[in-house]
């Protein structure tokens, strides 16, 4: 099976506003939830750390600089199954997007089975940021990989200056932005704004369900890019969307 270019470049960018709005999510259930730290934003931690570090009252140092180093180790976790295990297959972003909907869902059953649907305590806070924020790191790992233009997923302000830019009359560029380009950075601010809305409402049901139902939302975004071969451009070196996606 094989999708039109124009209709596959949709269908990947669809894919990764998802991916947006899910780390959108997780960062508003991590801060709301979890004691006022981020498991996706790595800016927003450096940021909380340098306030703690410059004797900021009430702003603790440990919590950021523990969340810093496991996205650190999701990344290099993320970076070595991407390219000593599945550089070579044709599957390698599903498999990723499975894996991360998988530590999703298990942090949030942990948390469930442990404390059910009231607000942790600190004690039980430290380790779920540890694990979201392995789970971001991941996460982060296998979009920059991916390589889709102007579509990061978890941090906008490069997407949001280049937004408003194309938005202006008169442009530094001789050409204006192709429509998919303009469609992929308002996506990038959208879905960050969106998934921290879908994230703040459903922190509201207890953290447990809110990773529950953020893990099933990626785990079906999962699904739609399994059934969609040939998604996005191939890549010129090592693994990549396009050849991620595959022939089914």
Known sequence: ?????????????VVMFALTMVAGSIDAIT???LGHVFAALA????????????????????????ALGAFAAGVVLAHVLIVRRLGRSRRWFLATLGGEAA?????????????G??????????????????????????VDEARIPDMPTTVLQTSLVKAITDLLPFRSAAEPA???TRMRRMAT??????????????????VGPALLGVAGFEAAVAVLYSR???????GQRGPSVGQGAGEG
């Not at 099976?1 to 960018?13: C, D, F, S, T």
């Not at 004690?123 to 392995?134: F, S």
């Not at 969609?228 to 451009?233: F, N």
């Open 178 to 180: 192709p429509r998919l």
């Open 103 to 115: 530590l999703l869902a298990g942090t949030g059953a942990w948390v469930l089975a442990g404390n």
């Open 1 to 13: 099976m094989r999708v039109a270019p124009g209709r596959g470049q949709v269908l990947i960018a």
């Open 31 to 33: 801060f709301l939830g």
């Open 189 to 206: 601010v959208a879905g960050i704004f969106l998934g921290g809305v879908g994230g703040a409402l459903l922190h509201r049901l207890g």
């Open 117 to 142: 649907t009231a607000r942790l305590p600190l004690h039980g806070a430290g380790p779920t940021v540890l694990l979201l924020a392995v789970t971001m790191g991941w996460h982060s790992r296998v």
């Open 228 to 234: 969609t071969p040939r998604l996005g451009p191939a």
């Open 43 to 66: 800016t927003g931690n450096v940021l909380l750390l340098g306030f703690g570090v410059g004797g900021t009252a009430g702003t603790p140092i440990a919590r950021p600089a523990e």
